[in-house]
């Protein structure tokens, strides 16, 4: 799992293979019924799709990171936790005049990209994104506004690309028997873990 497999897991539809972890205030995270109008940058043929891990250590107070998985002996699948399917794009906030990244399920993107091929393009005209709900009954609404220019972009635009980039599977097995250890015992059997 070198560095390299990373150029193989971009482009919507191709199955991910590696990544790492992700976090920090660039993504964009609603509550329920907050709202917000984003322009996409990313146009949608580099959209970046990747199976991603939630992890939370139990036996720490600190909130839980994401994980790019690797799939072929990840660590984290062995131990249990189901990776979920994410696609990412970078965005630009209007109001908040920022780069963000938005980070959203399958089910999102079915319909947003939908819309991007009605229009032919993901970057013509910005979307008001909002959420409603909390856990499983999370859901997004999106309505697309009037066709625009794109705004000027203030700040860096992060690289897609890098921010998934994987973790080795010894560091996610890492995480995963640190996790183990801090936790008092009791979780499930993941002895079959090699050390390293
Ligand atoms: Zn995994």
């Known amino acids: 799992m070198g560095e390299d497999g990373v150029g193989s897991i971009y482009f919507q539809g191709t199955d991910p293979i590696e990544n790492r972890q992700v976090g920090g205030g660039q993504f964009i995270q609603l509550k329920d019924q907050e709202k917000v ?25 600190e909130s839980g990171k994401s994980y790019t998985c690797i799939r072929e002996g990840c660590p984290m699948c062995q131990a249990g936790n189901k990776p979920r399917y994410v696609t990412m794009a ?15 399920g399958i089910k999102f993107w079915k319909n947003q990209v939908e819309a991007f091929k009605a229009y032919g393009s993901a970057n013509d005209r910005p979307y008001q ?12 609404h999106t309505i697309s506004l009037e066709k625009s220019e794109m705004p000027k972009i203030e700040g860096e635009v992060p690289d897609l690309m890098e921010l998934i980039k994987a973790l080795s599977r010894e560091e996610l097995a890492a995480i995963v028997g640190g996790s183990r250890d801090n936790s008092g015992g009791g979780s499930q059997g993941n002895n079959e873990l090699a050390p390293y």
Not at 90 to 104: A, F
């Open 37 to 61: 109008i984003v322009f996409f940058v990313t146009p949608m043929e580099k959209l970046v799709s990747v199976y991603e891990h939630f992890w939370q250590d139990p036996g720490s107070e």
């Open 90 to 104: 970078v965005v630009y906030n209007i109001e908040e005049k920022k780069v963000q990244v938005l980070k959203m």
């Open 129 to 140: 994104i909002k959420r409603t709900g909390e856990g499983f009954n999370t859901s997004y």
